[in-house]
């Protein structure tokens, strides 16, 4: 939450950097409260036909384990949140967020949630999704895209004639700093998500998602910095920051599976992918999104959930589709 808040409030401009700071804040206290009372039950109770959980809400359980489970899980609502609000970043009031927060934690987010990791129908087709490039990463997004779309850009962002005005955040360093922040924050996410590391098989496993995690984020910024190079002549510090953050989406559906040299090459991957998204988005569909949340967390978290098979042999691109469709489309019709 901290790198988020970094990254959101160093890319926005100076006179709204109170507003976005305050909603990284406070989000993060209406995620727990709201999956504590409801999302928690939706996306881990006992089963509906598959399709989300009926009790635990109010967190009521005697399995001491769950606790723990839950203040893990919580992180992940906390981020699925704080995504929509970097992409809504400069125009949105403080009660209209939360009141979507509400929405998108206490029923969006848990339910999609519930298809995948609480073993729901999506479980079932063998959709994979390790730690959540599509379940976290892609549900905020399609959320936040919708949102966007619904509140229309910031005021003064295009010209009549279709020109692009540039909005530039108002402290970089820090926004530097978040990115960092995050990037530290990820090994919590996916090697965290291995669930336990008290023997030497899952002691190995972290290890290698660990390994597999940093080598994303770094392939991330050095394909940015390089094409960035090669390209425009200059290197561009937001793209090298959101080449970070696009190689740790792209890695965390399958941290566990791939080599050193493959999370690295998934991890320039996505961070192109996420460099053209940013200027596709901005130029040519109008889209205006202040911290490239859309990119960096939608388009490629799609990415990461397609590229499983190549590296986790009992992942089928069938069933990593039907996963990314359901997931995008709910999030985004609901939103």
Known sequence: ?????????????????????????????????????????????TSYNGFFGTDLFFFKTDKA????????????????????????????????FFLFAIVLTGFIYPVQGYWKWGGGWLDAIGYTDFAGSGVVHLCGAAAALAAVIILGPRAGKYGSDGSVKVMRGSNIPIAALGALILWLGWFGFNGGSQLAINDAANANAVAQIFLNTNAAAAGGVVACLIVARVFFKKTNIIYALNGAIAGLVAITAAPDSPTGLEATLIGALGGLLCYGALVFFEQFLKIDDPVGAISAHGVTGVFGVMVVPFTKADATFGGQAIGALSILVFGFVLT
Not at 29 to 37: A, E, L, Q, Y
Not at 65 to 80: G, R
Request: net charge positive; aromatic share 16%.
């Open 1 to 45: 939450q901290a790198g988020f808040m970094c990254m959101e409030t160093g890319l926005s401009r100076h006179k709204n950097s109170i507003n976005v700071a305050l909603k990284n804040a406070a989000d993060f206290g209406v995620s727990v409260v709201i999956f504590w009372i409801f999302g928690f039950g939706l996306m881990f109770g």
């Open 65 to 96: 384990e769950y606790m723990t489970y839950f203040v893990f899980q919580a992180m992940f609502v906390a981020t699925a949140a704080t995504i929509i609000s970097g992409a809504v970043a400069e125009r949105m009031k403080l009660i209209p």
